[in-house]
């Protein structure tokens, strides 16, 4: 069956410090991963995909992720956080039904 | 285009209402989904249509819960009677096969 695994429920960065969050998904054909964020009160906005190709995938805001098949992973990463950052943040996997299975999701402080 | 659009924002009711919850799906799209956000669950899916037809409501908590999509350009989610549990963020979402969903900004219901 599919799911999501965020390990991480609250990470606090100071602004201007790089960012990872992390990401494990379980899928036995090959994945369509996404990152979405949720800023307090709003609803969930896509940050980036990956359904194949390139394994690093760019998307808005300076965020990209990393499509690993070895570890199931696809963690999300940016170089330099800025206050307006912080928010939730969901991993999710289509699975075979094209339903979307989200972790539990991260919730990102930024600290100035 | 506007994207989804979902109405009401907020919805504050009494147990045992009826609540009617609406949303309006990208056009061209031909995929729609029902997911609701607690603190406790994260985000479930309850309910997706393909073409306008239910796909799978094996997320429908119980019968107090129904949704149906008449055209391509509408769909509600109705609770009858509703209860204080039911109380929740509930977002529709749409997409063109398997593509990306993209999600409305969410309906705020609370059941007193």
């Known amino acids: 069956a599919q799911s999501v695994t965020q390990p991480d429920i609250h990470i606090t960065v100071s602004e201007g410090a790089s960012l990872e969050l992390r990401c494990n998904y379980s899928?036995?054909?090959?994945?369509?991963l996404f990152w979405y964020v949720q800023s307090p009160g709003q609803g969930l906005q896509l940050l980036l995909k990956y359904f194949s190709g390139d394994t690093l995938v760019q998307g808005i805001k300076g965020f990209e992720a990393e499509f690993k098949r070895s570890q199931s992973s696809f963690n999300l990463r940016k170089p330099s956080v800025h206050w307006s950052d912080a928010a939730e943040y969901f991993c999710a996997v289509v699975g075979g039904a094209n339903n979307l299975f989200f972790g539990t999701g991260t919730r990102l402080t930024v600290i100035p | 285009d506007a994207g989804v659009i979902q109405s009401p924002r907020h919805e504050v009711t009494e147990m045992g209402q009826e609540v009617t919850l609406r949303c309006k799906p990208i056009s061209g799209h031909d995929y729609l989904f029902w997911y609701r956000q607690t603190m406790m669950r994260g985000l479930e899916l309850l309910i997706y249509f393909n073409n306008n037809v239910p796909i799978d409501d094996s997320g429908m908590p119980e019968d107090r819960f129904s949704a149906k999509m008449p055209n391509a350009s509408f769909s509600t989610l109705k609770i009858q009677p509703s209860e204080p549990r039911d109380s929740a963020v509930y977002f529709c979402a749409s997409s063109f096969v398997q593509e990306t969903q993209y999600f409305g900004p969410g309906t705020r219901l609370l059941v007193l």
């Open positions: 899928y036995g054909a090959t994945p369509y």
